[in-house]
């Protein structure tokens, strides 16, 4: 069965970079989520989509901008990276919101130099 | 808003005995409680909820939770462990579904070792 897809998995950027990350959820998913991990950390919520439009927000720093294709896939643009930034990057997606599971993809492991 | 504590940072169990790993939850109106786990460098892979209805919930790989309202709690069971269910595991709350509530909190993990 198709899973959610990341890429890349793995990147490395020097501080004060840009990155942009993607997600490409399950299809016919219409939700998609942004979580940080960092190392030996639970996930933390990010930022989330339905039908293109934000609809929710949690402790994703300014820097950070997110948004939702026509295609559902997702971008996370990060800038000004910093160390602190170090982390691995979880999108996962839905079918709708509320009490549906949230499938997760690989991951992308940012390391900020 | 909501959360969950997952009290023990690690389980260690005995390949063949059964495992508990513990959750108990804080929100507002009904819950939906999620368990994921994580193997090393991989995503976190749903094993199972609860939504409704009966207390007990089965899921993946023979795992099986239940929910105690007047606890407060969610809690992962297993009746026989095996050395391959070895990883981390997250438990996960949403509040009702409201504007904005996308927001689903996971709780600190819990390192669960199964030793043969």
């Known amino acids: 069965a198709a899973g959610v897809i990341q890429s890349p998995r793995h990147l490395i950027k020097e501080k004060r970079e840009t990155a942009t990350l993607k997600c490409y959820p399950i299809p016919r998913h219409d939700t998609v989520y942004w979580y940080q991990q960092g190392p030996g950390q639970d996930p933390q919520f990010l930022i989330s989509f339905y039908e293109k439009m934000q609809s929710d927000k949690g402790s994703i720093p300014d820097r950070f901008s997110a948004q939702q294709f026509s295609d559902y896939h997702s971008e996370l643009n990060m800038s000004s990276l910093e160390l602190g930034d170090s982390a691995l990057y979880f999108c996962a997606s839905s079918m709708g919101q509320g009490n549906t599971e949230a499938f997760f993809g690989q991951g992308t492991r940012l390391t900020v130099v | 808003a909501q959360s969950v504590a997952q009290p023990e940072d690690q389980v260690n169990v005995a390949e063949g005995n059964p495992l508990t790993v513990k959750c108990t939850y804080s929100?507002?109106?009904?819950?939906?409680l999620f368990w994921y786990v994580q193997y090393p460098n991989r995503g976190l892979q749903f094993l199972l909820k609860?939504?409704?209805?009966?207390?007990l919930v089965k899921g993946s790989y023979g795992f099986e939770a239940e929910f105690n309202k007047s606890q407060t709690s969610f809690h992962l069971k297993k009746p026989s462990a095996l050395v391959s269910d070895s990883a981390l595991y997250f438990c996960?709350?949403?509040?009702?579904?409201?504007?904005?509530?996308?927001?689903?909190?996971f709780g600190a993990g819990t390192r669960l070792t199964v030793k043969p």
């Open positions: 929100v507002s109106g009904n819950p939906y």
């Open positions: 996960a709350v949403r509040g009702p579904p409201t504007y904005n509530n996308n927001d689903m909190r």
């Open positions: 609860y939504i409704t209805g009966d207390n």
